[in-house]
């Protein structure tokens, strides 16, 4: 298949980009959300002009898009009330030059966006967004990475980490600090190849990198992991890797990087895989019934499953998805009922009980409409877990409910480690086990599955 470099924005048929959206989770309202396999049409009323390869972060109240192109590049953007169904502008004035591919990060308070095309070609610039005041503030440009577009950004609580893209495929990266308004570049050491249309995620500690493509090479998949602590990479596992791909998806699922979809050399995939961080492993995912193949589609991660929607196969959009449950190895299609229309460079955010899709590129050409998708409103079961401690032995105390009398299925970092009664109440032994770990129970008759639960444990245990 044919690779395009970085384009014009007249030329959107066929540039491979996956957009990056952060997922933190509030409650949409007060009441427990009902709703299950079910779209609600997002209003156009106010919303930002239709566009393609813009970016997205959830805020834990609004979804902010912003830049992308259309009829041209642009700088504007819109803040998205999913309690309203409502939107409001985003003010230009200071706002970053009109770009698209480039990356978008929410700090908490800030959305901070940088890199990306524009009429001048890449840029090295960016601009921190603040929605309470509706203002912009450039930031520095002093010792920041050499100007791209098509690379990746991660937050990491601290800093901003961007790393990758194109023109040149780089393997050179920054990290950046809102509080001193500073950058301090990756270390290039045992860092992985330059590469474009790859994709990077952020578990709680380092920064994992996988795929993409680069004019060396082509498609590749081998990735690294970066500790920004100790400035230093460890390559990823290639040993039961999926196959060599760039703009697929990718989300961390606490515990385990899932990444699926793509094109590769043989065209598009709905193949994948899981990541063990811990173990340096791969696993495949199933296929059956996964979404047709694709490139370029969305994915974002509940807390138990994985949503992928949307993207192209070179003939055509799709706006079909699927559910993924790691716990149990399997798909569930996303239903097409009031679906948006069939796209790709749509972006994505998780709400906390919605996928939001937004903008992109369907039959008709850049998009301004988007919808909200109900997986499910609250997790059938409710998870607790804790670090106990009795005499010189420590164990994680789980507590859950409803409780109906089975047995269920105890995962850490997704995967089964014992199946016990199904009576509300745990143990999970530590034995010497320290660092940070995902807890999740699902039950073996019905395969519902609690919220995950992170537990840090720190010193030694017997």
């Not at 690379?151 to 990758?164: D, F, L, P, Q, R």
């Not at 699926?260 to 598009?268: T, Y």
């Not at 149990?328 to 299609?333: A, L, R, V």
């Amino acid at each position: 298949m044919k690779k395009f470099r970085l384009a014009l924005v007249a030329s959107l048929p066929l540039l491979l980009f996956l957009s990056t959206a952060n997922c933190t989770p509030p409650a949409k309202s007060d009441q427990p959300n009902e709703c299950n396999d079910t779209w609600t049409a997002t209003s156009t009323k106010n919303a930002p002009a239709g566009r393609f390869y813009h970016t997205a972060v959830w805020t834990s109240t609004e979804m902010i898009v912003w830049g992308g192109g259309g009829s041209g590049y642009t700088n504007t953007g819109g803040r998205y009330s999913a309690i309203t169904d409502s939107w409001t502008a985003t003010s230009t004035a200071n706002a970053p030059s009109p770009r698209s591919n480039h990356t978008a990060v929410w700090t908490g308070t800030e959305m901070i966006v940088w890199g990306g095309v524009g009429d001048d070609g890449v840029v090295n610039t960016g601009a921190r967004y603040n929605p309470s005041t509706d203002s912009w503030i450039p930031i520095s440009t002093s010792n920041a990475p050499s100007p791209r577009a098509n690379h990746t950004a991660v937050w990491t609580g601290s800093e901003m980490i961007v790393w990758g893209g194109e023109i040149v495929h780089s393997n050179t990266g920054g990290r950046y600090d809102p509080a001193t308004d500073t950058w301090t570049p990756t270390s290039t050491t045992n860092a992985p190849a330059g590469r474009f249309f790859h994709t990077a995620v952020w578990t709680g500690t380092e920064m994992i990198v996988w795929g993409g493509f680069n004019h060396f090479d082509g498609d590749v998949n081998t990735g690294g992991n970066y500790n920004p602590g100790a400035d230093s990479w460890t390559p990823t596992s290639t040993t039961n890797a999926p196959t060599a791909r760039d703009a697929h998806a990718a989300v961390w699922a606490g515990g385990e990087m899932i990444v699926w979809g793509g094109v590769g050399r043989s065209g598009s995939l709905n193949t994948g895989g899981r990541y063990n961080l811990s173990t340096d492993s791969w696993t495949a995912i199933s296929t059956a019934h996964a979404p047709p193949p694709r490139y370029r589609p969305t994915a974002v991660w509940t807390g138990t499953e994985m949503i992928v929607w949307g993207g192209y196969d070179s003939f055509s959009y799709f706006n079909t998805g699927g559910n993924y449950n790691p716990s149990i190895d399997s798909w569930t299609p996303t239903t097409t009922n009031n679906a948006p229309t069939a796209r790709d460079t749509q972006t994505a955010v998780w709400t906390g009980s919605e996928m939001v899709i937004w903008g992109g590129i369907d039959s008709r050409g850049v998009s301004n409409t988007g919808g909200r998708y109900c997986a499910q409103g609250v997790s059938p079961l409710t998870l607790d877990a804790r670090v106990r401690r009795q005499g010189q032995k420590r164990f994680v105390a789980l507590i859950w409910s409803p409780a109906d009398g089975g047995s269920v299925n105890v995962l850490r970092n997704n995967t089964v480690i014992e199946t016990t009664d199904d009576d509300g109440l745990g143990q999970a032994k530590l034995w010497n086990h320290t660092g940070t770990f995902y807890y999740q129970v699902c039950e073996t008759d019905s395969g519902d599955c609690s919220n995950q639960v992170r537990v840090v444990v720190q010193g030694t245990g017997d």
